[in-house]
């Protein structure tokens, strides 16, 4: 319930600005806007000697305005209720155009020239990917919403030869990509936690695709990964992941969205039980996920959100987890609280209707959070949200049919610079069990994440975690409730080749320790990688 929360709150998060600076873009003077997404909200006019941008995005207090060469005379950035101004001051004689970059947005100042030498490329990706990356799916489009007029939303993007950031036919923005790995790993496909050692090689092509719908935005994107060479069949063989996102404006103060994910495989345990359950005895899954929700703006600092995702997944029968149906819904009131926080007071409302297969997951669960996202201080700034769960599982063993206590999802990040940064990360939550008569059981973790650039164009990133897990009703072997403690390091160093191509190694140690022997588990992952194509910044070193 608390991924529920955490999904209807953040997909309607405003970007972040990282930076804003000066440069010289095809022989013309340019401010550069860099966000951690496309700014969906923006919007640029003339105000006498001023050209104003009005960007719907939180900025760190560290944003600073840089020195501009004329004709420019000057950059002032300033914090409104609606997001953060610009206003650059220049000539009313000067001409101006813009242009979207994905998650940048160029103003170029005077007539077009032609350059003498290619202009340059952009500054060193910032806020380096994570390991492992995620399964859900890859943040893989970029672009923006097209419209015209003084006070519209930007014109749609157009972007020169020398900054290639995906394939563009008319208003459609294509983005493949392909990584190889190598992997040698300790696996569990049999019916036991003991693990094999395996070695197998994986290709990941991918394609990310996005259109602009006039003030709105369509996004889709598209990975295999084919499995070959590894000891086991089973293992051999293609999994799936596809998402797509729409986000459209109906009106002034209505934004509809909606969302579709689909997921099939085997490895990809986390699409079945993201608390860690389920580790071995695998089988074949498929996800299947679609939702929408709405944001209505009051047109002061209150806004009301409500959304409601349909969650079904299948699984072999064979294997140590079941298929299960899940609904949400949630609706919130959210107030502005600042120009870089937003807080909310949210329901949220689960169903696990009743399944022959796994009666004892039938579930109804009642949540009641608080949430809040923003700049905390400079260079710290993270989301977070805590609520009150009460769950009913009638079907379930004595000591197992109720729940009643906290549940949180928060993620703080503390930036070092442009290029390094500490992510932190904790989570409580129920979810759902396939051991014995248990309908659910809590999982708790902490992790923290330090990636740091080093010398050659090296980047570093390291970390670890915790996690427990508990269960309400008495196993039968022990006379007491079954309890897990995870624990988790990894370090991977990674380098760009160029901008289309990157190299990355990997590795990973997990152990798991139970009051119940059988579940006791120790293994190590390596991983080395190399990765051609217009990857997301999420998933370069």
């Known amino acids: 319930m608390t991924a529920a929360l955490l999904l209807a709150f953040g997909m309607a998060a405003p970007a972040r600005l990282l930076e804003v600076r000066s440069e010289n873009v095809e022989g013309r003077p340019a401010v550069v806007v860099v966000a951690s997404a496309p700014v969906l909200e923006?919007?640029?006019?003339?105000d006498g000697a001023d050209v104003v941008v009005d960007l719907g995005a939180t900025a760190p207090g560290r944003l600073s305005a840089p020195a501009v060469p004329a004709p420019l005379e000057s950059v002032r950035v300033e914090r409104t209720a609606g997001g953060v101004q610009l206003r650059i001051r220049v000539a009313p004689e000067v001409s101006y155009e813009v242009r979207r970059e994905g998650d940048r947005l160029l103003l170029l100042f005077g007539a077009p020239v032609a350059p003498a030498s290619p202009a340059p490329t952009s500054s060193a990706e910032v806020y380096r990917g994570l390991f492992p990356p995620s399964v859900a799916g890859s943040d893989a489009g970029t672009g923006g919403p097209p419209a015209e007029g003084a006070d519209a939303a930007l014109p749609s993007e157009r972007l020169p030869e020398e900054r290639p950031d995906g394939l563009h036919v008319g208003s459609m923005t294509f983005k493949p990509s392909a990584s190889l790995r190598y992997?040698?790993?300790?696996?569990?496909?049999?019916?036991?936690?003991?693990?094999?050692?395996?070695?197998?090689?994986?290709a990941r092509p991918a394609l990310a695709f996005e259109m602009p719908l006039r003030d709105g935005r369509l996004r889709l994107d598209y990975e295999a990964r084919l499995r070959r060479f590894s000891s086991f069949e089973e293992l051999n063989g293609v999994s799936?992941?596809?998402?797509?996102?729409?986000?459209?404006?109906?009106?002034?103060?209505?934004?509809?969205?909606?969302?579709?994910?689909?997921a099939r495989g085997v490895l990809e345990t986390a699409e079945v039980d993201p608390g860690g359950e389920y580790f071995f005895s695998l089988g074949h899954f498929t996800r299947r996920q679609f939702g929408g929700g709405a944001r209505v703006r009051t047109g002061g600092p209150f806004d009301v959100d409500v959304a409601g995702v349909l969650d079904?997944?299948?699984?072999?029968e064979h294997a140590g987890f079941f298929g299960f149906e899940r609904r949400t819904f949630t609706g919130g009131l959210g107030i502005a609280i600042g120009p870089e926080r937003r807080s909310s007071l949210n329901y949220s409302f689960e169903q696990v209707p009743f399944s022959p297969e796994r009666p004892e997951a039938e579930s109804r669960v009642h949540t009641i959070a608080?949430?809040?996202?923003?700049?905390?201080?400079?260079?710290?700034?993270?989301r977070a949200v805590a609520g009150y769960a009460w769950r009913e599982s009638p079907q379930a063993a004595p000591g197992g049919q109720r729940f009643r206590g906290l549940t949180f999802g928060a993620q703080l990040t503390r930036d070092f610079g442009r290029s390094a940064h500490l992510v932190l990360s904790a989570n409580r939550s129920t979810e759902l069990s396939a051991f014995e008569h248990n309908a659910f059981y809590v999982a708790t973790s902490?992790?923290?994440?330090?990636?740091?650039?080093?010398?050659?164009?090296?980047?570093?990133?390291?970390?670890?975690?915790?996690?427990?897990?508990?269960?309400?009703?008495?196993?039968?072997?022990l006379g007491a409730p079954r309890h897990d403690e995870i624990g988790h390091w990894m370090a991977g160093i990674g380098r760009s080749i160029s901008r289309w191509a990157f190299v990355r190694v990997d590795y990973?140690?997990?152990?798991?320790?139970?009051?119940?022997?059988?579940?006791?588990?120790?293994?190590h992952a390596f991983y080395a990688e190399l990765g051609l194509g217009f990857f997301p910044q999420a998933s370069r070193p």
């Open 42 to 46: 923006a919007s640029v006019r003339r």
């Open 183 to 202: 992997v040698d790993a300790d696996v569990s496909p049999l019916d036991t936690p003991q693990t094999v050692r395996d070695r197998y090689g994986e």
């Open 240 to 262: 799936h992941q596809a998402n797509a996102q729409l986000e459209y404006p109906m009106g002034p103060s209505l934004t509809v969205r909606g969302l579709g994910h689909f």
């Open 312 to 316: 079904k997944v299948t699984v072999d």
């Open 370 to 382: 608080g949430a809040v996202e923003g700049e905390i201080m400079p260079l710290l700034s993270g």
């Open 446 to 477: 902490l992790r923290a994440v330090f990636t740091a650039p080093l010398p050659l164009s090296f980047s570093f990133s390291a970390g670890g975690g915790y996690h427990v897990n508990r269960y309400p009703t008495i196993a039968t072997a």
């Open 508 to 523: 990973r140690r997990d152990q798991r320790n139970s009051n119940l022997d059988f579940y006791d588990q120790h293994t």
